[in-house]
């Protein structure tokens, strides 16, 4: 079981998370993906929207996340301080705001995957998932669909979901009930349980696949009080490892159910607002109506301890809630990519 993260480990999830990527602005992180791939010797096809793929093995599994996040100007200019630091027992992966995490520590397992466990495998990093683009998701799926890479996978996993426990895949029609069981089956001993969440990527896929998406340790999504439990993404990277030796990948497909109406009628259509975004996202805080994010914004939440009201969202509680926390990797903005920006 994986308990910590290596140096190289350490060093890759630092220089992923200092690269400011919204949607419609992925092109720094996808050149770094790039280079990256290239560098370890893992083939790759990247589009003219930035998406990234790679259907070179039938039978295999596909492993999915985005590249964009929410954000604005303000969140780009505090990725520097993006750092691991020591609280309360854990290591904490935190900034001075939003901190793309959604879905960067999704992005970071599979590289970790592929580098570290196994580099025959399906996986796509997609582009604008946070507000449905057209050009993100579904334009991969037209294009890998006629390959024996995706019509030969035996399933889809997805890695964007926030907590650390969750399978989101029977509750909202991603797969079957048989798929989902075997799924809860392996993931007993990793605490995952399965339960109903947001939209996300998964969806497309499910229209072909059995598909799920699955806790990556990240929290308050969306708002610049996210942050990430590193036991817990590391607790996701073993259960996905279990998934892809031990899951039974003879679990029949059983398309889902459709139903009347649009799909941009349920979450917005695309190219919505902030508020209609179809990230796997149960609640919103801070953003509203596509104009950046309102750090002064605050919110009334039950303090389910105490029974009182306390504010979350603005300084106060930023105030408030600001853990006394130690800086643990000693690495600074100090991105060795740098220099690919300039080529």
């Not at 039974?248 to 649009?262: A, C, L, N, V």
Request: aromatic share 14%.
């Amino acid at each position: 079981m994986k308990e910590f993260l290596e140096d190289d480990e350490k060093k890759l999830l630092l220089d992923l998370f200092h690269i400011y990527a919204p949607t419609n602005g992925e092109a720094p992180l996808s050149l770094f993906l790039a280079k990256f791939l290239e560098k370890e010797g893992i083939e790759f096809t990247i589009d003219e929207h930035n998406n990234i793929y790679s259907m070179k093995f039938p039978g295999e599994p596909i492993l999915c996340s985005h590249q964009d996040c929410v954000g604005d100007a303000a969140c780009g200019s505090l990725v520097e301080f993006i750092d691991i630091y020591d609280f309360d027992g854990e290591k904490i992966l935190k900034g001075n705001g939003n901190i793309g995490a959604d879905d960067k520590v999704g992005i970071f397992l599979i590289l970790l995957y592929l580098t570290k466990v196994n580099k025959n495998i399906n996986f796509v990093f997609s582009t604008g998932e946070e507000r449905s683009v057209p050009t993100g998701i579904k334009t991969v799926v037209a294009n890998i669909k006629e390959t024996e890479g995706f019509k030969q996978a035996p399933y889809c996993i997805v890695l964007d979901r926030k907590n650390g426990g969750d399978i989101i895949c029977y509750e909202n029609s991603y797969g079957s009930k048989k798929f989902d069981e075997a799924l809860e089956e392996i993931g007993e001993k990793y605490w995952f349980k399965s339960v109903k969440g947001g939209h996300s990527d998964t969806a497309t896929f499910a229209d072909y696949m059995n598909a799920a998406n699955l806790s990556v340790g990240y929290y308050n999504p969306h708002t610049k009080t996210e942050y990430v439990i590193i036991s817990e993404m590391l607790n996701t990277f073993d259960y996905v490892c279990d998934i892809v030796e031990n899951l039974d990948r003879t679990i029949p497909f059983e398309p889902k159910k459709t139903y009347g109406g649009s799909y941009g009628g349920s979450y917005g259509g695309y190219g919505g607002s902030y508020n209609s975004y179809h990230d796997d996202y149960d609640y919103y805080d801070g953003y509203g109506n596509g104009n950046g994010y309102n750090y002064n914004k605050k919110k009334e939440v039950k303090n389910t301890n105490t029974g009182a009201a306390q504010a979350t969202g603005g300084a106060a509680a930023t105030a408030a809630t600001k853990p006394e926390a130690k800086r643990d990797s000693g690495y600074y903005y100090t991105n060795d990519y740098d220099e690919l920006y300039n080529d």
